[in-house]
């Protein structure tokens, strides 16, 4: 620690002086530019939300999951710090969310599914939501996408930014991007590290008697480096980049098991995601060619004995790995007026070698997309779609969705939208020996959306408000089932019928040195099995597990000059575990956040404390969540 400590002081010193030796920046008056008429931004269907720049700024040395808890309507499982993050977006479940980086699918050909708590928002430039037909042009998105966008920037010279935080539970994390965007040339490299020792205390009610303990082997550390290069050429940009990282993680047991002393459990995971891009403009179009390659090795381990440590429980030893190749070529073009005619072609190819499969497994997806979009009317936007896949030379038939928004006078608008979907199983659920189904259907899922929305720009002030609801069906829902040979086995067992109402504000207001911020969400979520083997089993209609019909959450943030107040809320309604009456669901909680920041020039000094109240809860059954907590962070902006 004593070595971190004074790293981390001469790093600051050596700043400082750089801080010194710099020209002073002349700070100018802000002039606002109004102008009545309809915006292009209000006349877009409602099925995307961006995440704000002060949101990202706020929360660039938290992971995605943490983000996503706090600031978008979607619920994340998670096991707690260091422990896997996924996420439930529309009542549906991991495997059901797509996440993409810079266009390219990073959902684990195994699983299906994205550890949201080993991706860091710093290294993200722009990170948005989109639901409904705005997942239309990929396949897997049931519930939603998450999008993950690196931007490219020229001409704003040198690049230094470095952020160094140290919190509770001896919790470390350093953050630098350093690099150069000249005007046809741009270079950076970002590169971080987060380890804690992840030993909080917590009321352990799943002993007797119930008492406080200290969390065991749990500690954690993740670190990674993303370095991109991009050239301005005379009609595009040709960008390269490379997110390389290594999660190294020990697991903790559940909180009745913490008795046995002779358990180690660990996951050892690494990535190195590349891709090559060139974006060709011309009047009125353009053409993106993207290929990517990406190499990730998964290794869990699970070694378990008696008191006696010389007698062997359990031992598992999970080695996957996997190489997934894309390639895209995506051309948009104006056809007449305000109609935009899109394209894309798409192949993707997995091949996975895991100690859990009988042997290589491939698999070769082709995917074509068309869209045509624009404007039938002055005050409305119409966008038709259509995706053809084939997969494995068989074909999946074509997917269409449908949205139309209507922009009425005094701010008001609405979206009804319509959305054809489909996922592939995983190839855990084709081919994990035993129990593996490789008679496994795609599942087959149809979304309709309604949204209404109200916008307010004038005087300094900002109100962006949208309510609306949604209903979806899946059928061939994928859930593994046990057999009498003492395995599971995934079928298609389930009719998913997923419906629910969502709320979203933002608002800003700006006077003097005063800037007031306030965003949030509501989600009130209604999914049940509706199939006749739910019927059978007595659980037709019953909530999904693990799934909360009540979920939100709140962000202010006020700023006078150079001092700036965060407020954060987190409500999760109670969760079942089970169909079955069950004295084990999770009842509901509720987390408040604080964090005071001040700028120093080119410093930046930040003190946070999580979880205000000290609340006791568990978002997984069984798994301890931390109590409250301080972390300091101080960052230098070059």
């Given at each position: 620690m004593k070595a971190r400590l004074r790293f981390s002081?001469?790093?600051?010193?050596?700043?400082?002086?750089?801080?010194?030796?710099?020209?002073?920046?002349?700070?100018?008056?802000?002039?606002?530019?109004?102008?009545?008429?309809?915006?292009?931004?209000?006349?877009?269907?409602?099925?995307?939300?961006?995440?704000?720049?002060?949101?990202?700024?706020?929360?660039?040395?938290?992971t995605l999951s943490e983000l996503l808890?706090?600031?978008?309507?979607?619920?994340?499982?998670?096991?707690?710090?260091?422990?896997?993050?996924?996420?439930?977006?529309?009542?549906?479940?991991?495997?059901?969310?797509?996440?993409?980086?810079?266009?390219?699918?990073?959902?684990?050909?195994?699983?299906?599914?994205?550890?949201?708590?080993?991706i860091p928002v710093f290294l993200a430039d722009d990170i948005d939501l989109k639901w409904g037909s705005g997942t239309s042009n990929n396949s897997g998105g049931l519930g939603g996408s998450v999008n993950i966008d690196s931007k490219n920037t020229f001409g704003k010279g040198l690049i230094l930014d470095v952020k160094q935080t140290y919190g509770s539970f001896n919790t470390?994390?350093?953050?630098?991007?350093?690099?150069?965007?000249?005007?046809?040339?741009?270079?950076?490299v970002k590169a971080?590290?987060?380890?804690?020792?992840?030993?909080?205390?917590?009321?352990?009610?799943?002993?007797?008697?119930?008492?406080?303990?200290?969390?065991?082997?749990?500690?954690?550390?993740?670190?990674?480096?993303?370095?991109?290069?991009?050239?301005?050429?005379?009609?595009?940009?040709?960008?390269?980049?490379?997110?390389?990282?290594w999660n190294n993680r020990n697991l903790p047991p559940i909180m009745p098991n913490v008795g046995n002393k002779n358990t180690e459990e660990w996951t050892r995971d690494n990535f190195s995601r590349?891709?090559?891009?060139?974006?060709?403009?011309?009047?009125?179009?353009?053409?993106?060619?993207?290929?990517?390659?990406?190499?990730?090795?998964?290794?869990?381990?699970?070694?378990?004995?008696?008191?006696?440590?010389?007698?062997?429980?359990?031992?598992?030893?999970?080695?996957?790995?996997?190489?997934?190749?894309?390639?895209?070529?995506?051309?948009?073009q104006q056809v007449y007026s305000s109609w935009r005619l899109k394209g894309k072609l798409q192949w993707d190819r997995e091949r996975v070698n895991s100690n859990n499969y009988d042997d290589v497994k491939r698999r070769d997806m082709l995917s074509a997309y068309l869209a045509v979009e624009g404007n039938p009317l002055e005050r409305a936007n119409l966008s038709v779609t259509a995706r053809y896949d084939v997969v494995d030379g068989k074909s999946m038939g074509v997917?269409?969705?449908?949205?139309?928004?209507?922009?009425?006078?005094?701010?008001?608008?609405?979206?009804?939208?319509?959305?054809?979907?489909?996922?592939?199983?995983?190839?855990?659920?084709?081919?994990?020996?035993?129990?593996?189904?490789?008679?496994?259907?795609?599942?087959?899922?149809?979304?309709?959306?309604?949204?209404?929305?109200?916008?307010?720009?004038?005087?300094?002030?900002?109100?962006?408000?949208?309510?609306?609801?949604?209903?979806?069906?899946?059928?061939?829902?994928?859930?593994?089932?046990?057999t009498s040979y003492r395995y599971w086995v995934p079928q298609n067992v389930a009719l998913v019928f997923a419906r629910g109402?969502?709320?979203?504000?933002?608002?800003?207001?700006?006077?003097?040195?005063?800037?007031?911020?306030?965003?949030?969400?509501?989600?009130?979520?209604?999914?049940?099995?509706?199939?006749?083997?739910?019927?059978?089993?007595?659980?037709?209609?019953?909530?999904l597990i693990?799934?909360?019909?009540?979920?939100g959450n709140l962000f202010a943030n006020v700023r006078w000059k150079t001092w700036d107040l965060g407020y954060t809320l987190e409500v999760t309604g109670m969760r079942n575990t089970s169909y079955a009456d069950n004295p084990f669901d999770l009842p509901s909680y509720v987390l408040h956040h604080v964090a005071l920041g001040k700028q120093f020039g080119k410093f930046r000094c930040e003190l946070r404390c999580n979880n205000l109240t000290d609340c006791d809860y568990q978002n997984v059954l069984w798994r301890p969540m931390p109590g409250r907590s301080f972390e300091v962070m101080l960052n230098y902006h070059y």
């Open positions: 002081w001469l790093m600051v010193l050596a700043l400082w002086t750089l801080s010194a030796q710099a020209q002073d920046t002349i700070t100018l008056n802000t002039v606002d530019v109004s102008a009545e008429g309809i915006q292009k931004e209000a006349l877009r269907p409602l099925v995307m939300k961006k995440m704000d720049s002060l949101v990202l700024e706020t929360k660039s040395t938290s808890i706090q600031h978008s309507p979607v619920f994340i499982k998670t096991y707690g710090p260091g422990g896997i993050s996924t996420a439930s977006f529309r009542g549906t479940t991991a495997s059901h969310t797509l996440v993409l980086w810079n266009g390219f699918q990073l959902n684990a050909p195994t699983l299906g599914q994205v550890d949201f708590s080993t470390w994390g350093s953050f630098v991007t350093v690099g150069y965007c000249g005007q046809r040339v741009s270079f950076r971080y590290r987060n380890s804690s020792d992840n030993d909080f205390e917590y009321y352990n009610d799943g002993v007797i008697p119930h008492r406080k303990m200290r969390q065991q082997n749990a500690d954690f550390v993740d670190y990674g480096v993303m370095p991109e290069l991009s050239v301005m050429l005379r009609h595009g940009i040709l960008s390269v980049s490379s997110w390389n990282q590349n891709f090559l891009t060139y974006k060709l403009f011309w009047d009125g179009g353009k053409l993106q060619l993207k290929s990517a390659a990406f190499v990730e090795n998964q290794r869990y381990y699970l070694e378990v004995h008696t008191q006696n440590p010389d007698v062997l429980i359990t031992r598992i030893n999970s080695e996957n790995k996997a190489l997934v190749l894309h390639q895209i070529a995506d051309v948009e997917f269409p969705t449908a949205t139309f928004s209507y922009h009425f006078p005094k701010g008001f608008g609405m979206t009804l939208g319509y959305s054809h979907n489909y996922r592939n199983p995983s190839l855990n659920d084709l081919y994990w020996y035993p129990g593996g189904n490789p008679d496994l259907l795609p599942e087959n899922g149809r979304t309709v959306d309604l949204a209404f929305n109200y916008n307010l720009d004038r005087q300094g002030l900002k109100l962006d408000f949208r309510t609306g609801a949604y209903a979806s069906k899946v059928k061939n829902w994928i859930q593994w089932v046990p109402i969502e709320n979203h504000i933002d608002f800003s207001y700006s006077r003097g040195d005063w800037k007031y911020s306030l965003s949030g969400n509501y989600v009130f979520t209604f999914t049940t099995d509706e199939s006749e083997n739910a019927q059978s089993y007595g659980n037709l209609g019953k909530q693990y799934i909360p019909r009540h979920h």
